[in-house]
T-cell receptor
Framework: EAGVVQSPRYKIIEKKQPVAFWCNPI?????LYWYLQNLGQGPELLIR????????DSQLPKDRFSAERLKGVDSTLKIQPAELGDSAVYLC??????????????FGPGTRLTVT | AQRVTQPEKLLSVFKGAPVELKCNYS??????LFWYVQYSRQRLQLLLR??SRESIKGFTADLNKGETSFHLKKPFAQEEDSAMYYC?????????FGSGTKLNVKP
């Protein structure tokens, strides 16, 4: 079992360019999370999916960020256009159950985005 | 509103010394509390959760609802414990991480 897979691991783009991150969760995990982690901070939830439904996207900046999980398995997070302040690590995690149900989250290695 | 507070950015102790990483939370209702750890060049992983009441790698954490705390403790720190530690809270459909404490265990 490879665990949660994310790609790319690193991405450098110029501001105003689009960028996309991909995540494949652990097989059978219905809940998928995207987090943003700034340097020296803890992960901050961007969006949570239960199967293919986005059940919490309250912290997702919808003017430039979008996400999808079309078949309830892998997911893509997109930024268009990217800004300098978007430079951070983007983490994907999955779990068998949602928050409040005692389920452990398994994290991917993250994608380190640098916007120049 | 700050849900999870870890007041120490960095905690340095000598090998064999006791260690306590502080975590305070703010949440109405009955939250689930977790400690996650990230070792150098590894991904974030669960260390322990309060509902299990278990000891992992010698670490324990007790949920104190009166003080709204979930401090992580180990009686004798080891060099391999050096890592980033994040306290996390799971509530009704929400999940929050603290800002993390870097533990440095010196030889």
């Amino acid at each position: 079992e490879a665990g949660v897979v994310q790609s790319p691991r690193y991405k450098i783009i110029e501001k105003k360019q689009p960028v996309a991150f991909w995540c494949n969760p652990i097989s059978g995990h219905n809940t998928l999370y995207w987090y943003l982690q700034n340097l020296g901070q803890g992960p901050e939830l961007l969006i949570r999916y239960e199967n293919e439904e986005a059940v919490d996207d309250s912290q997702l900046p919808k003017d430039r960020f979008s996400a999808e999980r079309l078949k309830g398995v892998d997911s893509t997070l997109k930024i268009q256009p990217a800004e300098l302040g978007d430079s951070a690590v983007y983490l994907c995690a999955s779990s068998s159950r949602g928050p409040g149900q005692g389920s452990e989250q398994y994290f991917g290695p993250g994608t380190r985005l640098t916007v120049t | 509103a700050q849900r999870v507070t870890q007041p120490e950015k960095l905690l340095s102790v000598f090998k064999g010394a006791p260690v306590e990483l502080k975590c305070n939370y703010s949440y109405s209702g009955s939250p689930e509390l977790f400690w996650y750890v990230q070792y150098s060049r590894q991904r974030l992983q669960l260390l322990l959760r309060h509902i299990s009441r278990e000891s992992i790698k010698g670490f324990t954490a007790d949920l104190n609802k009166g003080e709204t705390s979930f401090h992580l403790k180990k009686p004798f720190a080891q060099e391999e414990d050096s890592a980033m530690y994040y306290c996390a809270l799971g509530g009704f459909n929400k999940f929050y991480f603290g800002s993390g404490t870097k533990l440095n265990v010196k030889p």
